[in-house]
Antibody, heavy 121, light 114 residues
Framework: QVQLQESGPGLVKPSETLSLTCTVS????????WSWLRQPPGKGLEWIGY???????NYNPSLESRVTISVDTSKDQFSLNLNSVTAADTAVYFC???????????????WGQGTLVTVSS | DIVMTQSPDSLAVSLGERATINCKSS????????????LAWYQHKPGQPPKLLIS???TRESGVPDRFSGSGSGTDFTLTISSLQAEDVAVYYC??????????FGQGTRLEIK
């Protein structure tokens, strides 16, 4: 069973860049698509974007101007950069495996535990 | 974006009793060409990663107990736990994937033991 683990700073200053990495445990990073989601305190889940092992990306239009997702298959990792952060970006950030079911669905069939990132000076 | 609304926000059910969680979408999730509803359900237990329970509104993932069932079509969907067990305490989310990007989620329903 694949395991995903988020890592990165838990505190980011306003206007700076939030950077997180997700490590995929079983070497399957080249076989799937991968995604980032977040959940602000007391609110619902929000999809941020996904990336293929080949680097194809798709982002939530609401965040697209500030988001970059990248992948490093040699390290079995994919990463999230979110720039110009504000307090509204405070959330638990999850990485997840993104299942396309051959192109017809967009669901998340394996998740990391999540990591809390607080934006504060 | 499609708005997903769950009800209730929280629910307390006795062990062994039925739990029902509702999810309503702002537009139909039924794709007429294949007669599939583009809806998934997730379970998020405290301290654990979220878990995919059901896709296509009613298809259980491998290993999910059969006390969990999904139903509904179009804009109205239900997750039913037929006989609540202690390990089912969690927050449950619905998610649409009919119109992407972006996929969108309901706000979650917290299920507790009465």
């Amino acid at each position: 069973q694949v395991q995903l683990q988020e890592s990165g700073p838990g505190l980011v200053k306003p206007s700076e860049t939030l950077s997180l990495t997700c490590t995929v445990s079983d070497g399957s990073i080249t076989d799937y698509y991968w995604s980032w989601l977040r959940q602000p305190p007391g609110k619902g889940l929000e999809w941020i974007g996904y990336i293929s092992s080949g680097g194809k990306t798709n982002y939530n239009p609401s965040l697209e101007s500030r988001v970059t997702i990248s992948v490093d298959t040699s390290k079995d990792q994919f990463s999230l950069n979110l720039n110009s952060v504000t307090a509204a970006d405070t959330a638990v950030y999850f990485c997840a495996r993104y299942s396309l079911c051959g192109g017809d669905c967009h669901i998340f069939d394996c998740w990391g535990q999540g990591t809390l990132v607080t934006v504060s000076s | 974006d499609i708005v997903m609304t769950q009800s209730p926000d929280s629910l307390a059910v006795s062990l062994g009793e039925r739990a029902t969680i509702n999810c309503k979408s702002s537009q139909s999730l039924l794709y007429s060409s294949n007669n599939k509803n583009y809806l998934a359900w997730y379970q998020h237990k405290p301290g654990q990663p979220p878990k995919l329970l059901i896709s296509w509104a009613s298809t259980r993932e491998s290993g999910v107990p059969d006390r969990f069932s999904g139903s509904g079509s179009g804009t109205d969907f239900t997750l039913t736990i037929s006989s609540l067990q202690a390990e089912d305490v969690a927050v449950y989310y619905c998610q649409q994937y009919y119109s992407t990007p972006p996929v969108t989620f309901g706000q979650g329903t917290r299920l507790e033991i009465k």
